[in-house]
């Protein structure tokens, strides 16, 4: 019996009690929230549901509590329920039940855990985006990270989900970048607002084996010419580094195709039809304070040129017009402003603001005994995906991205992430991996397997504990993608995996030693031991991270 199992119990149960008191059912939460008590000592699992309805049915809550105490005990696979406080309710399953979670693992195997809360759901999900001129940093690493397991997990929910690429290929950016690699060909310093590091002399050596003749264009060909071969350039660069790191994406969407289809000239056309578009000072705003941004934005400009902003605009409608119910934006510290735009953008064009989904991601530091790393060996000035995969590997590396909260900056130990100990929370979790993968090894050399096993016999307090982190999987899963946390799955992961290595090191023999022969409690360790391997390789896939046989 999963922790949902047991949740739906508890619904049907109460509702059955409250009617036969003639009392009103319908005050029943849809999912009734069941949690393992802090204390293992208090029961298997706890509920408050007495407490959270005792007074819309005009009930006193420890004597709800007793009632449903006495109903629960009655049914089979609950071995206690207990009232305590002022009526929360404490119960212990069945070893026969809590075992069935083993059986639902290895018999759903990769399935396990997944749901359908999302089910039908078509989200399209931006992320990294860099632009085109220069290395990914450790900014747009995290979010590599962090987007690729949000993709996975909300997929488990059953979401179809799109992972997008934002090609920044207009604008002023592009134009700085160009003129940085004319400046590299001819040895010339680097423009004051150009691009700097090693990389910028590569590509316009490149640019120059392609096209010999460059410099001697005249100079809005020769302009062109860098910026077209070196966008591309740096752009196959990029991708090539999300490939290795493991994340690849669906679509690659041409900021530049907006401007050429017409597509933003339309949308600013839709908007001045409205009236949610309108002129002041020879410019063109948004009346986005209308609907909630903090200020009205320009979206055409003096001079007649779009701001950043038109192109977002467009980017939505088309997003919106390909079919998706909810648009993910994962966006870098310093774009908290854009929540209110992209927001009010949707509602300008009446569309429901709740469409847009922005997340903000903090900043990451890489540290080297104890001293911030600030000088990157292609890129120059910043960090970038290479440099932390390099350092650290892309186990480590996103493993470290994906675990903490992105609502928070982090720093990356690279003393810490490279080390073989427990302390290093990826290699603690690959480990008990490998370790139950050496198990099965062994089983399979003295032909033991898990099938049929007596999981009633799993009775230790470390068995039980190890079973019920078993049975959470499947919250977690729910938790982090309705969220949008994928941390919630590496933080689980870690606890499971310390569930694990308490459980063998509790001394209880899994496999018969010497001419012993085997007995039903091997069987039924044996499918424990199977049971969390399979959790631990579920979560690991989701997180991009390898689930090793050996180390």
Known sequence: MTPADL????????????????????????????????????????TNIAMQVAKKVGAN???????????????????????????????????????????????????????????????????VSANP????HLGGTRWAAVGDALGRILTTQGAAVTREYYFNDHGAQIDRFSRSLIAAAKGEPVPTDGYAGAYIADIASEVLRQRPDALELPTTDQQEVFRSIGVDLMFAHIKRTLHEFGVDFDVYFHENSL????????????????????????????????FGDDKDRVVIKRDGHAAYIAGDIAYFQDKRSRGFDLCI??????????????????????????????????????????????????????????????????????????????????????????????ENPVYYVQYAHARLASIARNAADLGI????????????????????????????????????EPHRVARYLEELAGAYHRFYGAGRRILPQGDEDPAPIHTARL????????????????LGVNAPEQM
């Open 133 to 136: 001129t220069g290395p990914i």
């Open 7 to 46: 949740a739906e119990l508890l619904r049907g149960t109460a509702a059955a009690v409250l009617a036969d008191r003639g009392l009103d059912a319908s005050v029943l939460p849809q999912k009734l929230t069941v949690e393992r008590p802090r204390n293992p000592e208090h029961g298997d699992y706890a």
């Open 449 to 484: 397997s898990a099938d049929n096993p007596d999981l009633s016999l799993l009775v230790s307090p470390q068995e039980g504990d190890l079973i019920r982190t078993l049975g959470e999987y499947t919250r977690v899963l729910s938790s982090a993608a309705n969220l949008r």
């Open 329 to 422: 934006y994962m966006l870098g510290a310093d774009h908290h402003g854009y929540i209110g735009r992209l927001k009010a953008a949707a509602a300008a064009f009446g569309d429901d603001p709740d469409t847009v989904e922005v997340l903000i991601g903090q900043m990451v530091n890489l540290v080297r005994d104890g001293v911030p790393v600030k000088m990157s060996k292609r890129a120059g000035t910043v960090i970038t995906l290479d440099d932390l995969v390099e350092a650290i590997g892309v186990d480590a590396a996103r493993y470290a991205l994906i675990r903490s909260s992105v609502d928070s900056s982090i720093d990356i130990d690279l003393e810490l992430w490279t080390s073989t100990g427990n």
């Open 527 to 542: 499918a424990l031991c199977m049971a969390s391997r399979q959790v631990l390789a579920n979560g690991l896939a989701l």
């Open 259 to 290: 401007f050429e289809s017409g597509a933003v000239e339309k949308a600013v056309e839709e908007l001045k039809s409205s009236g949610n578009l309108y002129q002041e000072d020879s410019a063109w705003w948004l009346r986005s304070s209308d």
């Open 61 to 127: 809550p420890r004597e709800l509590a007793t009632w449903l105490a006495e109903a629960l005990t009655a049914v089979d696979g609950i071995d206690s329920a207990e009232i305590a406080g002022p009526g929360f309710l404490n119960i212990r399953l069945g070893a026969d039940a809590q075992g069935a979670i083993v059986a639902k693992i290895l018999t759903e195997g990769e399935q396990f855990g997944r749901g359908d809360t999302l089910a039908e759901k078509k989200i399209n999900l931006e992320f």
